[in-house]
């Protein structure tokens, strides 16, 4: 028996537009539809309808997507995504398919401030914002910061580091950069 969680099952958002987010998921990103959920269900009080699609990843986990038949609960439930890049869903990938998808990201016509990368000095990160405002992060690990040692280095510092900056110690632990 699991003590906790074993992965991901999915996180789900609100769409206004199915279409783009599965051209945007499917075609650039390259995450397969993997369902596609036609419903009505009583929620908070009233049936509503809407389509639910999963876009698969290759750990068994998804990133779905709802989309409502009432213009009046795609008002009510989303997308209401913040306006700041913190609240954001990082995906890793390996060099090729970060290369991969920046050059599908450039030929759809995606340019800053719409996609931009970041060098962590742990990991490159590049971010596109999709159809819905969400910010998607697709990050690429360096060597260095997932080998065993370093991750188990990490994990045994990890509370430690936690105390030390909530008690208002602020100095940076990234030695990457």
Known sequence: MNRRPTRLHHTAYVSRDLEKTRAFYEDIIGLPLDATWCES???????????????????????????????????????????????HIALHVDRGTQAAIEARLAAAGYREPDTYVLEHGYCRSL??????????????????AIRPDVVRSRRDRAHGELQRWLAGDHTSNNTYR
Do not use: W
């Open 41 to 87: 269900d009583e929620l908070f009080g009233e049936v509503r309808t809407y389509c639910h699609c999963f876009f698969g990843l290759e750990d068994g986990s998804a990133l779905a997507f709802f989309q409502f038949a009432s213009p009046r609960d795609a008002e009510e439930f989303g997308p209401k995504m913040p306006d700041t890049p913190f609240h």
């Open 127 to 144: 971010y596109a914002v999709d159809p819905n405002g969400m910010i998607v992060e697709l990050t690429c690990d360096t060597a260095e």
